[in-house]
């Protein structure tokens, strides 16, 4: 891949290599004959630009991104720079913020800012500790921006009186180590324990230091610790009596949220992670109608088109709904925000006798409806579940959690699939299907098991069926990131 710009006032283009030290090319470049690797095509590539700019006397500086991971980029195109006498000018601060916010990753990066401020705080790291424990230079670079928005950030808040909660939690665990609270506790009841954060936890080892004698009795359900994001810790509730010792619990093993059917396909699919507590729940309600019905939608054309054939299929499935709960509770939820119809006010016109909301599955948490539609149950790098990586640089604080493939993603399905009393809508693009559904098909028993067949032998996704403009395939599940596949006789 390469990268050239131009200095017009100058007559200059630059041209950036992706070549290493020895001239090599990552291993993910592709090449097509005569050439008989990536490199040899790379680098003829590389001399046709040098001879055309040598053919027509126009000056080129070179940089190679092996410069930029050992740090010497910037010199040297200082350097490269100089010997051409390009007066170099430094830009006013407000300048280059304007040139920033218009950048297409500004939001993105500022919710990076964000996330890692709740969670530094949460954690109630510093960042003295983060940069000891730095490694690699994408890390020091960020905390160079981060490091003073947080001061800012800091000087704000005692400027204007105030704390936020990390600090409110973080100031009373102090406050409370310190002796300088003397009141002591007999009982401490928390809510909500599987989504414990350190702070949190450091605020009831305080309260339990205090008085060693205090009771704590805590409430949670480890299957929806869904928070890694804001820094909740899940071997807390797993790992409770190595975290507090002597421990009794207390199951609550019946629940009268949904049906008995809905109850047994989450409970087997929440479980399918073993480092979750395994649990025998029990519900006594039976399902008086097929509680999952698959609502397929084959997308085509343009997105406006698309949209309008998702929107059609809603209807469709709506009237379904209207038919038998005519005065439903109904839930559309989504991944995203933006998984949230765009008519959704016509819908609720269409549909009058209907209670329609949108929730993403993290804000549906802890609410009930009569009849829920998951929206979007598809592959992909915004799909369900997401494949959108976490931010390496996050890593730092976040909790590791377990080693379950997909094991936020598989309890945040959970979360979603069980918000239905009754009935189970899911929607889903039938040659782009989310492994979770393609699971649910393949291991209990809803729609055509001939939808899903078996595993994908390169992963641990399945291989779901699949159309192009050459006919019907099998592909894996993971797509894009496993690119598996197999004919269609293969699987017969």
Same mark, same amino acid.
């Given at each position: 891949?390469?990268?050239?710009?131009?200095?017009?006032?100058?007559?200059?283009?630059?041209?950036?290599?992706?070549?290493?030290?020895?001239?090599? &090319?990552?291993?993910? +470049?592709?090449?097509?004959?005569?050439?008989?690797?990536?490199?040899?095509?790379?680098? $003829?590539?590389?001399?046709?630009?040098?001879?055309?700019?040598?053919?027509?006397?126009?000056?080129?500086?070179?940089?190679?991104?092996?410069? #930029?991971?050992?740090?010497?980029?910037?010199?040297?195109?200082?350097?490269?720079?100089?010997?051409?006498?390009?007066?170099?000018?430094?830009?006013?601060? %407000?300048?280059?913020?304007?040139?920033?916010?218009?950048?297409?990753?500004?939001?993105?990066?500022?919710?990076?800012?964000?996330?890692?401020?709740?969670?530094?705080?949460?954690?109630?790291?510093?960042?003295?500790?983060?940069? @000891?424990?730095?490694?690699?230079?994408?890390?020091?670079?960020?905390?160079? &921006?981060?490091?003073?928005?947080? @001061?800012?950030?800091?000087?704000?808040?005692?400027?204007?009186?105030?704390?936020?909660?990390?600090?409110?939690? =973080?100031?009373? $665990?102090?406050?409370?180590?310190? *002796?300088?609270?003397?009141?002591?506790?007999?009982?401490?009841?928390?809510?909500? !324990?599987?989504?414990?954060?350190?702070?949190?936890?450091?605020?009831?080892?305080?309260?339990?230091?205090? #008085?060693?004698?205090?009771?704590?009795?805590?409430?949670?359900?480890?299957?929806?610790?869904?928070?890694?994001?804001?820094?909740?810790?899940?071997?807390?509730?797993?790992? +409770? $009596?190595?975290?507090?010792?002597?421990?009794?619990?207390?199951? &609550?093993?019946?629940?009268?949220?949904? =049906?008995?059917?809905?109850?047994?396909?989450?409970?087997?699919?929440?479980?399918?992670?073993?480092?979750?507590?395994?649990?025998?729940?029990?519900?006594?309600?039976?399902?008086?109608?097929?509680?999952?019905? /698959?609502?397929?939608?084959?997308?085509?054309?343009?997105?406006?088109?698309?949209?309008?054939?998702?929107?059609?299929? /809603?209807?469709?499935?709506?009237?379904?709904?209207?038919?038998?709960?005519?005065?439903?509770?109904? !839930?559309?939820?989504?991944?995203?925000?933006?998984?949230?119809?765009?008519?959704?006010?016509? /819908?609720?016109?269409?549909?009058?006798?209907?209670?329609?909301?949108?929730?993403?599955?993290?804000?549906?948490?802890? /609410?009930?409806?009569?009849?829920?539609?998951?929206?979007?149950?598809?592959? %992909? &790098?915004? %799909?369900?579940? $997401?494949?959108?990586?976490?931010?390496?640089?996050?890593?730092?604080?976040?909790?590791?959690?377990? *080693?379950? @493939?997909?094991?936020?993603?598989?309890?945040?399905?959970?979360?979603?699939?069980?918000?239905?009393?009754?009935?189970?809508?899911?929607?889903?693009?039938?040659?782009?299907?989310?492994?979770?559904?393609?699971?649910?098909?393949?291991?209990?028993?809803?729609?055509?098991?001939?939808?899903?067949?078996?595993?994908?032998?390169?992963?641990?996704?399945?291989?779901?069926?699949?159309?192009?403009?050459?006919?019907?395939?099998?592909?894996?599940?993971?797509?894009?990131?496993?690119?598996?596949?197999?004919?269609?006789?293969?699987?017969?």
């Amino acid at each position: 891949m390469f990268h050239e710009s131009v200095i017009p006032e100058y007559d200059i283009y630059l041209e950036q290599y992706g070549i290493d030290e020895q001239g090599n &090319v990552p291993a993910y +470049f592709k090449c097509k004959p005569p050439f008989k690797t990536a490199t040899e095509q790379y680098q $003829s590539g590389m001399r046709w630009k040098e001879l055309i700019h040598e053919q027509y006397g126009t000056r080129l500086i070179k940089t190679y991104s092996f410069q #930029n991971r050992n740090g010497t980029l910037l010199k040297a195109l200082k350097i490269h720079l100089d010997s051409h006498k390009v007066t170099l000018r430094k830009r006013d601060p %407000g300048e280059i913020l304007t040139q920033i916010k218009a950048l297409d990753d500004y939001e993105d990066f500022m919710g990076l800012i964000f996330t890692f401020l709740n969670l530094m705080k949460s954690n109630n790291s510093t960042i003295g500790q983060l940069r @000891e424990k730095a490694t690699d230079q994408r890390f020091e670079i960020f905390l160079g &921006v981060f490091a003073p928005l947080s @001061e800012a950030y800091q000087a704000e808040l005692k400027r204007t009186g105030c704390i936020d909660y990390n600090d409110m939690v =973080n100031h009373a $665990s102090k406050y409370i180590s310190s *002796s300088a609270f003397n009141k002591k506790y007999r009982y401490i009841l928390v809510d909500e !324990f599987q989504d414990m954060s350190l702070g949190r936890y450091g605020l009831i080892k305080a309260l339990k230091a205090a #008085n060693p004698e205090a009771k704590l009795y805590a409430v949670g359900d480890d299957w929806q610790s869904i928070f890694r994001f804001t820094g909740s810790d899940i071997s807390i509730i797993t790992e +409770f $009596s190595r975290h507090f010792g002597t421990t009794a619990e207390n199951a &609550v093993l019946q629940t009268y949220r949904f =049906n008995e059917e809905i109850l047994n396909l989450s409970s087997g699919f929440i479980q399918a992670n073993p480092s979750q507590l395994k649990k025998n729940l029990s519900s006594p309600f039976k399902a008086s109608r097929p509680p999952f019905v /698959l609502s397929p939608v084959t997308g085509y054309g343009n997105k406006a088109q698309r949209d309008l054939q998702k929107f059609d299929a /809603l209807k469709d499935t709506l009237a379904k709904v209207k038919k038998d709960h005519a005065t439903a509770s109904v !839930f559309l939820i989504g991944r995203y925000h933006h998984n949230s119809p765009a008519d959704l006010r016509e /819908l609720q016109k269409a549909f009058p006798g209907l209670k329609l909301s949108y929730f993403t599955a993290h804000a549906c948490k802890g /609410l009930t409806c009569d009849v829920a539609i998951l929206l979007d149950l598809d592959s %992909g &790098v915004y %799909g369900f579940p $997401s494949q959108m990586a976490d931010d390496p640089i996050l890593g730092h604080l976040l909790q590791h959690g377990d *080693s379950f @493939e997909n094991a936020q993603e598989r309890r945040l399905f959970y979360v979603a699939l069980t918000r239905a009393r009754h009935q189970l809508y899911l929607q889903y693009h039938p040659q782009n299907m989310s492994k979770f559904l393609a699971e649910l098909i393949q291991y209990h028993g809803i729609g055509d098991k001939q939808t899903a067949q078996q595993k994908c032998p390169s992963c641990e996704g399945l291989m779901i069926a699949r159309s192009s403009d050459k006919g019907k395939f099998w592909g894996c599940s993971n797509y894009p990131r496993c690119k598996q596949v197999m004919r269609v006789a293969a699987l017969k």
